[in-house]
């Protein structure tokens, strides 16, 4: 292997530093990692998976197998890079993956001589063991499996690139920048149509990129891609690989923006996933050439002949000074040539008996000796090709004649091409077998939105492709309403011949016993040989998709690009069958592996999905709170003072309250107007207590029911105006029970003229609650707050700081409380003017932690009470229920089952000793054995400041009766085994006489 | 007069982030002038014609393209809804044919614009946001990470995004992350 002195469509002028396990590669931009291998004389890039056989570069693009390598370092490490399709660039530091101590020295290489016991479906088998009735066997292989499978090892340390994601919307979406895809785009946008042109690689050209430097195809492409630059209707994007089609015409794109960087740089993302929904798109994708199969066909320095072409003339590597060439089809004859004119000894090997006299003389014109009717048996080597032995063989690839030993260097393989139906098959299932070309295409169906040109529709010759591509173009644009002309073909040149004259179906070199010699490989990356097919086979699997799963086999990385056609051979010539009748397997998405940085995009860390903020959230932080997470909401859990930990800042607070005033945020309550004329029906339909007598100034509190019978939800509901309410929900359950009102109201009950806005974000809520909360309102507001002129549940209007607000006189606490409503934007001043005004009454904040135990000491019912589960008998709160009119719930709330006096009941718990009890917890009675479910289950627990005691919230088999009755508490998953006393769920105060003081 | 406060007060930074030179983005925040929801039933037609009347405005309008008048700005949400953006007081319309509802507060105005707002805008929503489709003057109610907001294409390379002011500190910051590689030039809030 040496780089050529010319040649070659690399910058010689820009050398780049490049390492290769501490190797420093004579890089040059335009390189590829694995052409600067090639051209440092790497042969031995990886280890291979099962086996750990040495393997090399074997092809020059995505559909790599062996050339598998780890990038970069630290944070930015990536394993399983195709060393085939990265960039080389400055700084490129790349190492070897799957091998142990070293590549060259692999412990792991043992496994191959250990091969019988690795079979098809090893892994599968230790399943069973050879214990009976256990698992032993396979817990024992398991361990070992598990350490040893995989390929490179990936960073456990933060990304910290950028990703994109982006939607496009174009008329026509051409994928493939090659011969067929520059024209299909060129044709379409001259017709006037929107045009997105995608290319995985790095410049447009496809295959023209892979002949000579300043040959007719240089020209040809300068000449389209300027038209198609200047044309303002069509947008090329390079380094982007469209991996997938789906639904609705959208395709998936991945656009690696400066995978080419050492890093990205001026806050550049690393990648870009482009969703595009286009009317009309052309699959221009090529074809991926085919391996033959034989022994060692995996030893580093055999490769795809179209590969060693690339590598010879767009990076000036020779792959060797003794090169073989072996094919069962005419494409090869090119390699041949350019290797010879090169100046390599070629050696041409042709499975078929006859080939055409202008592809041979051609050939042999360039200075290739040529032996037709031969096969490669074997390639022999250690870590690297030696040697080639070539037989003749007959019609039926059968070894015919005595072996002839070839000294080689490389040895590139052609066994036909494989058009890159991929994202039409993700699209619309199973391509079909044409068997002119001998491979897998899309079926003709001009209905289709996604049409296949060029290489990939199995096209022969370059003018078919040209021609083919400009129809396809046209078509599209014409199908999304374009008019203009598609204009003339750009001109066909000269091209070596393509794959599909006279292909022959051999595709392995068998002995005369029907098998390969050595291990014939025909899935590279999983390691799976011809006699693991035929393993399968002889074990009874007879599905295609079977045999993939059982062997393995296309289920790798490359996701059997190389290896499907040659297995559906194998699998024929087993059954007796034509390729056609065995089927193939569906492709699915992804075509090419892709980052998890590219789908996530930004959204991970803070931003997996929006936070929702109090308008008042950044006095919270700045003032000390420790903030917790409410569902989408960030809210004050406590405010410590000096090192306080959450217990003793909630008891502080709840305790406060108690005894002098405190102010919480609840903002965050779901707040829901609802208007019109018959929104008092509504409220009758959807509550279930009566809501036609609520006056105007008075607020009432209403539980809801889901259609099944089971709580909703609860809050409260004031009356603003003749035809205006604002309901309150809770912060869990807004937006469930904005949707529920809508759904209703647009179907079922289209006849109420009603509508329902979410005013959560108009209104900012306070609570203030505690004995001094009536002198602290009525001192900063001015309003008669007495308990005559506002008595409970009624709201009335004020001003506090010039602010006008909405105060409405209930409590959550079972202290004297009030809520106030203030419009959001001015929340914060509203918030400060209490707290100044607030100094003469102690009044102090408090968090979610101390409303908590406040609403627990009162016996008020929430979230972890209204769990989908529970009904208003549940929860006491039957008497709500109206019996003069239906609701929503009101007939399935009677089933039997909700009805049975057994179904646990809302009860209060004293707990003994000084350990509270843990939600969750289930509950026995004092002398049961704990064991099973128990008779309810804690919902909600505190330590009550107002008792001294901690207490808790449950649901308890027929609850009511068993009040005075001492019960287990049991915590199975911390050990824990309380007693606490069942008692009234109102612990504090429950005739009320501090809430309606 | 109290003012009223941004929810984007404490995030807004003015200045010149992300990649270097020329700003591709500029993004800023608008205090709305008023905004209300007027929603009627099957003679919204009727019920509606005086508060645009009012309004300086013609008709109820498109679902696409917002209407304008001396400083109102128009939106009809859906068949029964419209939104305004207006000083005006448009409690004394409430009546049992029209549901009026100050929706001043709950929204603030996040202002998108330079060479490179489309781009920005396509990372963060579903839309196709190409000059000829969504032109000067239209506007569309869609998700932005997940939040319902009204996007109004207000020029050639500028957007106004009503966003719910509870929502609004995470809106802003996905704009930002999506805006930096273009460089970003961040106003004072208006």
């Keep these: 292997m040496k780089r050529l002195d010319q040649g070659g469509r690399i910058d010689r002028s820009k050398p780049l530093n490049v390492s290769f396990d501490g190797q420093s590669l004579p890089a040059f931009a335009g390189d590829t990692l694995s052409s600067a291998m090639l051209a440092g004389g790497v042969s031995l890039v990886g280890r291979s998976f099962k086996y750990h056989r040495p393997r090399g570069v074997f092809s020059a693009g995505v559909e790599e197998p062996g050339a598998m390598v780890h990038l970069r370092s630290g944070d930015r490490h990536e394993p399983n890079a195709r060393a085939t399709v990265t960039e080389a660039f400055d700084g490129l530091v790349s190492t070897s993956q799957n091998a142990w101590p070293n590549l060259q020295f692999d412990i792991g290489a043992a496994n191959t001589w250990l091969s019988p016991f690795f079979s098809a479906g090893f892994y599968y088998k230790t399943f069973i063991g050879p214990f009976k009735h256990s698992t032993k066997f396979w817990m024992m292989c398991e361990t070992v499996i598990r350490k040893a499978a995989g390929m490179g090892r990936a960073s456990l340390l933060s990304d910290p690139d950028r990703y994109e994601k982006r939607g496009a919307y174009c008329d026509v979406l051409v994928i493939g920048g090659g011969v067929a895809g520059l024209t299909a785009a060129l044709a379409a946008g001259r017709a006037g149509a929107k045009v997105l042109l995608v290319e995985q690689d790095t410049a447009l050209g496809g295959a023209l990129l892979s002949d000579p430097v300043g040959g007719a195809g240089d020209a040809w492409i300068a000449s389209v891609l300027a038209e198609l630059q200047a044309m303002d209707s069509v947008r090329i994007l390079t380094r982007t690989t469209a991996f997938g089609a789906y639904d609705g015409d959208t395709y998936a794109l991945v656009e690696r923006v400066t995978d080419h960087l050492r890093v990205p740089e001026d806050a550049q993302p690393r990648q870009r996933y482009w969703q595009v929904h286009a009317k009309r798109a052309i699959m221009a994708t090529g074809a991926i050439e085919r391996p033959l199969v034989f022994g060692g066909n995996d030893l580093p320095g055999v490769m795809l002949a179209g590969a060693v072409r690339t590598y010879l003339n767009r990076f000036a590597v020779l792959m060797g000074e003794r090169a073989v060439v072996t094919t069962n089809n005419d494409s090869a004859y090119s390699v041949a040539a350019d290797l010879a004119r090169s100046g390599a000894l070629v050696t041409l090997v042709d499975m078929r008996a006859e080939v055409a006299a202008d592809t041979r003389a051609r050939a042999e014109k360039a200075g290739v000796f040529i032996l037709t009717g031969h096969g490669v048996l074997q390639a022999k080597g250690g870590k690297r090709l030696t040697s080639v032995d070539v037989v003749p063989v007959d019609r039926g690839s059968r070894t015919s004649g005595a072996v002839r030993v070839i000294p080689a260097d490389v040895l590139a393989i052609s066994g036909g091409w494989a058009p890159a139906v991929h994202l039409w098959s993700q699209r619309f299932g199973k391509p079909v077998y044409d068997a002119a070309s001998g491979s897998f295409i899309a079926p003709e169906d001009p209905d289709k939105p996604l049409q296949p040109a060029g290489i990939c529709a199995a096209a022969a010759s370059l003018e078919d492709v040209i021609t083919q591509a400009m129809r396809r173009g046209a078509e599209a644009a014409r199908a999304t309403g374009a008019t203009g002309a598609p204009g003339d073909s750009p001109a066909a040149f000269d091209t070596g011949a393509f794959w599909q004259n006279d292909l022959s179906p051999n595709w392995a070199v068998f002995d005369a016993e029907g098998r390969c010699k050595g291990k014939a490989f025909v899935d590279f990356q999983h390691d799976v040989k011809v006699s693991d097919i035929d393993q399968a086979h002889l074990e009874g699997y007879v599905s295609v998709e079977h045999l993939k799963r059982y062997t393995t086999l296309g289920m790798a990385t490359d996701q059997g690009k190389l290896a499907n056609i040659n297995a559906l051979s194998r699998m024929a010539e087993l059954r007796g069958m034509a390729i056609p009748e065995v089927g193939t397997t569906t492709f699915r998405p992804p075509f090419t592996p892709i980052t998890m940085g590219a789908l996530v995009g930004h959204e991970h860390g803070r931003h997996f999905r929006p936070t929702r903020l109090s308008p008042l959230h950044h006095w919270h932080a700045e003032n000390g709170a420790q903030m917790t997470e409410a569902g989408a909401w960030m809210r004050p859990w406590y405010y410590p003072e000096k090192d306080e930990d959450l217990r003793a800042a909630y008891i502080r607070e709840a305790t406060h309250v108690r005894t002098h005033v405190g102010i919480i945020d609840v903002s965050t309550l779901g707040k829901i107007a609802v208007q019109g004329p018959d929104a008092a029906e509504f409220l009758n339909r959807v509550y279930v207590n009566g809501w036609k007598t609520l006056a105007i100034g008075r607020l009432r509190y209403g539980v809801m029911l889901r259609e099944d019978g089971f709580v909703m939800d609860d809050g409260a509901t004031a009356r603003l105006g003749e035809h205006d309410y604002v309901m309150t929900t809770t912060t869990a359950n807004a937006a469930k029970v904005l949707a529920f009102a809508e759904h209703l109201l647009q179907t079922a009950w289209k006849d109420l003229r009603v509508h329902v806005t979410s005013v959560t974000d108009q209104w900012a809520a306070f609570a203030i609650a505690g004995p001094k909360s009536r002198a602290l309102l009525q001192t900063v507001s001015g309003a008669d707050l007495s308990r005559d002129a506002l008595p409970n549940n009624h709201w009335t209007l004020a001003q506090i700081s010039g602010v006008p607000v909405r105060i409405h006189r209930m409590s959550y606490s079972g202290e004297l409380a009030y809520e106030v409503y203030v419009p959001s934007g001015h929340a914060a001043h509203v918030w400060e003017a209490l707290l100044s005004a607030g100094d003469d009454f102690e009044l102090r904040p408090y968090g979610t932690e101390a409303m908590g135990a406040l609403r627990i000491e009162k016996g008020h019912v929430a979230g972890p009470e209204l769990d989908g589960r529970t009904t208003l008998k549940d929860l006491g709160l039957e008497g709500f229920a109206s019996s003069k009119k239906p609701f929503v719930g009101s007939v399935l709330r009677k089933r039997p089952v909700l009805e049975d006096p057994e179904r646990p009941t809302l009860v209060g718990l004293e707990i003994d000793g000084d350990t509270g009890a843990k939600a969750g917890s289930l509950l026995f009675a004092a002398n049961e054995e704990p064991k099973g479910h128990g008779d309810g289950w804690v919902s909600s627990t505190t330590y009550s400041p107002a008792l001294g005691r901690n207490i808790a919230l449950a649901l308890l088999k027929n609850g009511k009766a068993r009040t005075g009755e001492e019960i287990r508490v049991v915590n199975f998953v911390g050990g824990e085994d309380l007693k606490a006393r069942v008692v009234s769920p109102q612990f504090f105060d429950p005739e009320g006489d501090r809430q309606n003081g | ?190």
């Design chain 2, 1 to 190: 007069m109290v003012e009223v406060r941004s929810p984007l007060r404490e995030r807004i930074t003015p200045g010149q982030f992300g990649a270097p030179g020329d700003a591709g983005v500029v993004l800023g925040n608008r205090t709305l002038a008023g905004l209300w929801q007027i929603a009627g039933w099957s003679d919204f037609d009727e019920a509606a014609d005086p508060v645009l009347q009012a309004l300086g405005l013609t008709a109820l309008g498109s679902y696409r393209q917002a209407q304008q008048a001396a400083g109102v700005r128009a939106w009809r949400t859906a068949p029964d809804r419209m939104l305004f953006e207006t000083p005006q007081d448009l409690t004394p319309f409430n009546s049992a044919a029209l549901a009026v509802l100050d929706l001043g507060h709950a929204r603030t105005c996040i202002t998108l614009s330079g060479p490179i707002a489309r781009d920005v805008l396509a990372q963060v929503i579903a839309v196709d946001t190409a000059p000829d489709v969504l032109k000067p003057g239209m506007f569309l109610q869609t998700g932005l990470h997940s939040v319902a907001v009204l996007v109004h294409c207000t020029g050639p390379d500028a957007f106004e995004i009503l966003v719910p002011v509870t929502w609004a500190e995470s809106v802003w910051d996905i704009l930002f992350e999506n805006a930096l590689p273009y460089g970003i030039a961040v106003r004072e809030a208006a």
